[in-house]
């Protein structure tokens, strides 16, 4: 088997190139090698950019530097092959209000070409999309006292109105690209599925303010900075380990069901983000400090995915609940991940 993983070098898609080393498949990691998000991290941002290519070149994947905008490469680099994940993206909501020209090239072009090289090389492909594709109607306001979607909590399924509320241009990159893998199911019959996902996290996670907000609070705990929650904290997301999205790849190769899925935690790993630091407060053995800052433009205070479809269709679950996986990003953090820290920036 051999696999193509555009965004190879990144958090997710080093995950996914690890995963099929491990299977013993022929791994081609495709990553432009962009430092957007991590400039404004606190983080030496050379040197975590590296990170994920050092670790994955001593694994065995092959590394190809080129960007998925450029469909004469991708192509090139996606013959004969027998799958491609595509992982590249540009997530961040922030980045997509200050240079939307990056965020729809990146999302929606990037995504057509991944398709196009499917169509044409008559493989199974599967793009990235993101639960913000509903938008953020579904916001709730949450009251003092503990929130009651922890306790009772409601999910949003596919079949649930897209693009509601408050847009960014995040919103509709994604959402645009996540109606090209439909429209290429319906039309070319291409064995095509979009994940609409959740809350990933795990190790080798760079997280910052703008994107992944579980290793940004793991990381400022450790290192014993404050962290800012926009909001109220009482903020309710599904979860979802980034091995359990592995899983959730390899499962719609197996079935090759195309169509529209949520992928995430579901109502097991529904968590608030005041919860999420309590347990790194547990874990850790330190209680971190947290500032309050307004609510972002875009921001979506409530989301907890119905996975019922991919249970159903694809016979996938997650199985990493968050105190075992907030527990592993952790060790990770303090084996390695602090050597880019840049101890300047607060």
């Keep these: 088997m051999k696999v193509l993983v555009t965004g190879g070098c990144g958090f997710?898609?080093?995950?996914?190139?690890?995963?099929y080393i491990?299977?013993?498949?022929?791994?081609?990691?495709?990553d432009n090698m962009t430092k957007h998000e991590l400039l404004r991290t606190g983080f030496a941002a050379d040197e975590a950019r590296t990170y994920n290519l050092d670790y994955?070149?001593?694994?065995?994947?092959?590394?190809?530097?080129?960007?998925?905008?450029?469909?004469?490469?991708?192509?090139?680099?996606?013959?004969?092959?027998?799958?491609?994940?595509?992982?590249?993206?540009?997530?961040?909501?922030?980045?997509?209000?200050?240079d939307p020209r990056l965020d729809v090239t990146t999302n929606v072009m990037g995504?057509?070409?991944?398709?196009?090289?499917?169509?044409?090389?008559k493989i199974p492909a599967v793009?990235?999309?993101?639960?913000?594709?509903?938008?953020?109607?579904?916001?709730?306001?949450?009251?003092?006292?503990p929130s009651k979607y922890e306790r009772d909590p409601d999910t949003i399924g596919e079949t649930h109105p897209t693009l509601e509320g408050t847009l960014t241009p995040l919103h509709a990159s994604k959402a645009a690209a996540d109606?090209?893998?439909?429209?290429?199911?319906?039309?070319?019959?291409?064995?095509?599925?979009?994940f609409r996902l959740t809350g990933i996290y795990g190790t080798r996670q760079f997280g910052g303010e703008d994107h992944g907000?579980?290793?940004?609070?793991?990381?400022?705990?450790?290192?014993?900075?404050?962290?800012?929650?926009?909001?109220?904290?009482?903020?309710?997301?599904?979860?979802?380990?980034?091995?359990?999205?592995?899983?959730?790849?390899?499962?719609?190769?197996?079935?090759?069901?195309?169509?529209?899925?949520?992928?995430?935690?579901?109502?097991?790993?529904?968590?608030?983000?005041?919860?999420?630091?309590?347990?790194?407060?547990?874990?850790?053995?330190?209680?971190?400090?947290?500032?309050?800052?307004?609510d972002r433009h875009g921001d979506l205070r409530y989301f907890i995915c119905d996975i019922q479809k991919a249970q159903r269709q694809l016979n996938w679950s997650p199985s990493v609940m968050p105190e075992e996986?907030?527990?592993?990003?952790?060790?990770?953090?303090?084996a390695t991940g602090l050597f880019f820290i840049d101890r300047a920036a607060q």
């Excluded at 491990?22 to 495709?30: F, L």
């Excluded at 995504?111 to 090389?121: C, G, Q, S, Y």
Aim: charged share 20%; net charge neutral.
């Design 179 to 194: 109606i090209y893998v439909h429209t290429y199911i319906d039309t070319y019959k291409t064995e095509a599925a979009s």
């Design 12 to 19: 997710l898609g080093g995950h996914v190139c690890e995963f």
């Design 325 to 334: 996986g907030i527990g592993a990003l952790v060790d990770w953090i303090k």
């Design 56 to 98: 994955l070149k001593g694994l065995g994947v092959k590394l190809i530097t080129a960007d998925v905008r450029n469909f004469d490469e991708l192509i090139d680099s996606a013959s004969g092959c027998d799958y491609i994940i595509h992982t590249a993206a540009q997530p961040a909501m922030t980045i997509s209000w200050e």
């Design 111 to 121: 995504t057509f070409n991944v398709l196009e090289a499917a169509r044409k090389l």
């Design 213 to 294: 907000w579980v290793a940004n609070f793991a990381i400022r705990s450790i290192l014993g900075r404050p962290i800012t929650i926009f909001g109220t904290g009482k903020q309710v997301r599904d979860i979802v380990y980034a091995t359990d999205v592995c899983e959730a790849f390899h499962a719609f190769y197996i079935t090759r069901r195309p169509g529209i899925y949520n992928i995430g935690g579901g109502r097991k790993t529904a968590i608030s983000l005041l919860r999420c630091i309590d347990i790194l407060s547990e874990i850790i053995g330190v209680a971190s400090e947290v500032r309050f800052a307004p």
């Design 22 to 30: 491990r299977k013993g498949a022929e791994v081609i990691s495709y």
């Design 127 to 145: 793009s990235c999309a993101t639960v913000h594709v509903y938008g953020n109607k579904i916001n709730e306001t949450l009251t003092e006292g």
